[in-house]
């Protein structure tokens, strides 16, 4: 039986992509927390310090890079097109 090889991989300082965690979907590092979900409560209204409240074991930095990392990916996207003259 061959062994599969297992990758995990840091997108910035604060999340991760981990096989073994969580199914594979992006979380912040050193939880479970999936970074989508957080991303969904600032989008219902949350504040930053709501999430924070609800969820102790992340920091600000870490909440700040996931919205960071998620504004890259819709300019990335869908990007801005200029007019044709």
Not at 21 to 49: E, N, Q
């Amino acid at each position: 039986m061959k062994a599969i090889e297992k990758s995990y991989t840091e997108i910035g300082r604060y999340l991760v992509v981990d096989p073994e965690v969580c199914h594979g979907k992006l979380t912040f590092k050193g939880t479970r927390i999936p970074v989508a979900t957080v991303l969904t409560y600032l989008a219902m209204g949350d504040s930053i310090a709501d999430v924070l409240q609800n969820w102790p074991r992340l920091q600000r930095p870490a909440i700040e890079e996931a919205i960071r990392f998620a504004a890259r990916l819709v300019q990335k996207s869908y990007p801005i097109r200029k007019k044709a003259a």
